[in-house]
T-cell receptor, first 113, second 113 residues
Framework: GENVEQHPSTLSVQEGDSAVIKCTYS??????FPWYKQELGKRPQLIID?????GEKKDQRIAVTLNKTAKHFSLHITETQPEDSAVYFC????????????FGKGTKLSVKP | DGGITQSPKYLFRKEGQNVTLSCEQN?????MYWYRQDPGQGLRLIYY???????QKGDIAEGYSVSREKKESFPLTVTSAQKNPTAFYLC????????????FGPGTRLTVL
């Protein structure tokens, strides 16, 4: 089955710097890769996703890149702000077989003012 | 996310008691999921249901039970057989036609006294 590894587990940056979180997956059939942000005590919220027919997707300060050959995808946050502090989860699934989302263990991002 | 509700927000249980967590959605989503989240951990799948009157075990189903009698509702029962039930429980739903985008409820925090 699918396995998703996420690194780093914690990340601390200064406000205004960029943050990068990386995930690798094992199942080459996976074709859908969402990223979720979870603030303390709250639900995970989808912030961006990418499908396997696209190499990069951007939404304002957030971007995701996908390398299908290497089976890894990354979340890039530019110009970080204190409100970006949260736990971020990556996930992967094979939508063709209605596969379940497999989540990474999360990255706790702290943005220092 | 506003279309998925969970109740109660906090739940306290004595050892040996069964408790049922509610999950309701008005998004007309077919598939529904239950996850467990422990501190510093990712999301682990307990049970899922792709269609009414059908459900499947996830990775950590032991000590839990579910039902799916209505499309809108997917309650989770935490039985006395679950050895360490204290955790944050998240319900999610998905409409497969949208490419597996999953939306989460606000969660229930269960504490065993």
């Amino acid at each position: 089955g699918e396995n998703v590894e996420q690194h780093p587990s914690t990340l601390s940056v200064q406000e205004g710097d960029s943050a990068v979180i990386k995930c690798t997956y094992s199942d080459s059939a996976s074709n859908y890769f969402p990223w979720y942000k979870q603030e303390l005590g709250k639900r995970p919220q989808l912030i961006i996703d990418i499908r396997s027919n696209v190499g990069e997707k951007k939404d304002q300060r957030i971007a995701v890149t996908l390398n299908k050959t290497a089976k890894h995808f990354s979340l890039h946050i530019t110009e970080t702000q204190p409100e970006d502090s949260a736990v971020y989860f990556c996930a992967a699934s094979n939508t063709g077989s209605q596969g379940n989302l497999i989540f990474g263990k999360g990255t706790k991002l702290s943005v220092k003012p | 996310d506003g279309g998925i509700t969970q109740s109660p927000k906090y739940l306290f249980r004595k050892e040996g008691q069964n408790v049922t967590l509610s999950c309701e959605q008005n998004l007309n989503h077919d598939a529904m999921y239950w996850y467990r989240q422990d501190p510093g951990q990712g999301l682990r799948l307990i049970y899922y249901s792709q269609i009414v009157n059908d459900f499947q075990k996830g990775d950590i189903a032991e000590g839990y039970s579910v039902s799916r009698e209505k499309k809108e509702s997917f309650p989770l029962t935490v039985t006395s057989a679950q050895k360490n039930p204290t955790a944050f429980y998240l319900c999610a739903s998905i409409s497969p036609g949208t490419g597996a985008t999953q939306y989460f409820g606000p969660g229930t925090r269960l504490t065993v006294l």
